[in-house]
């Protein structure tokens, strides 16, 4: 076996699509879904094979469509041993924080789907009572665009980094006026955006609401007093037992996703010299390459990949 250190990533919402578990229906793994079902009261099975790709958008339903896939393949490349050498840390992007919490086994299955329920929920009736949307900022530095965010709220507009993706990939959130206004100055900067279709304006201010309660949901969740290093979106911190899970994941909501500093944990103090990215599609391992080229990166997105 390769005894490289693997750290395992866990893709967020945005990779759903209509069909998603059809890779997965016939693997000893697929009884999972069952137990999700239980435990949300959503027919899993149905949503990942029979839901179209305009109802996958509902932040709720996506979230768990998006998350049940993660652990799906997690317990599958784990039955196969397909992890390619010892796990060292996990780390989820948004959502996938709670895969990544229960492949280090900081969380059960049931607990975190019980918790990605509340939060999908929360984040969509955040989103009705408050519209905001989301948009791509792509070739401008970090701090160039965070200057552009801040000047136009200023004038009025809300408007905030939400994700900080990759290097020239800076994700906005905010009213649909702020985003417009971004997209409008976005070549003074020297960059261009690409809108997300998205049900809010997530990882912003304006998901305050949801961030109660999820808290509350999370403070009565209990998590194991030691487990594997996850590294948290809120800050890019590496956090075994003991850490404050309910604080350090109600701030994800409404601060932005430290994805590029939390790759750079991974790669360097947590030593890991290989990625494997378990869940519907590629988009972690893309932006991986971009962050860490010198980093073997491998997407395990289907039962063949896990061969």
Request: charge should be negative.
């Amino acid at each position: 076996m390769d005894q490289r250190q693997t750290g395992l990533v866990f893709p967020g919402q945005g990779t759903q699509r209509e069909g998603m578990g059809e890779p997965w229906r016939d693997t000893p793994s697929w009884k999972i879904t069952e137990e999700i079902s239980d435990v949300t009261g959503e027919d899993l099975p149905r949503l990942l094979l029979h839901t179209s790709d305009a109802r996958l958008r509902r932040t709720d339903l996506a979230q768990l469509a998006v998350f049940t896939v993660a652990v799906v393949a997690h317990a599958e490349a784990v039955r196969r041993d397909a992890l390619g050498g010892p796990v060292a840390a996990c780390a989820g992007h948004s959502l996938g924080e709670y895969a990544a919490l229960t492949a280090a086994g900081a969380l059960t299955v049931g607990a975190a789907a019980a918790l990605v329920a509340v939060r999908g929920r929360a984040m969509r009736h955040a989103a009705e009572e408050r519209p905001g949307t989301m948009g791509v900022l792509v070739a401008a530095p970090l701090d160039e665009v965070a200057a552009l965010a801040s000047r136009v709220r200023a004038e009025g507009p809300d408007v905030w980094v939400a994700n900080v993706n990759a290097p020239g990939q800076t994700v906005v959130s905010g009213s649909a006026e702020g985003i417009d206004r971004i997209e409008a100055e976005a070549p003074s900067i020297g960059a261009k955006m690409i809108r997300l279709t998205v049900g809010g304006a997530f990882h912003s201010p304006y998901m305050a609401a949801a961030a109660d309660s999820l808290r509350t949901a999370l403070e009565h969740t209990p998590f194991a007093p030691a487990h594997l290093p996850v590294v948290a979106n809120a800050d890019a911190e590496a956090y075994g037992g003991g850490a404050d899970w309910p604080g350090l994941a109600t701030r994800q909501l409404t601060s932005p996703v430290l994805w590029e500093p939390s790759v750079r944990t991974l790669v360097g103090p947590l030593g890991c010299r290989r990625l494997v990215e378990l869940g519907p599609g590629r988009t972690l391992a893309g932006l991986i390459r971009r962050i860490a080229p010198g980093t073997e990166v491998v997407s395990l997105d289907s039962p063949a990949a896990a061969a």
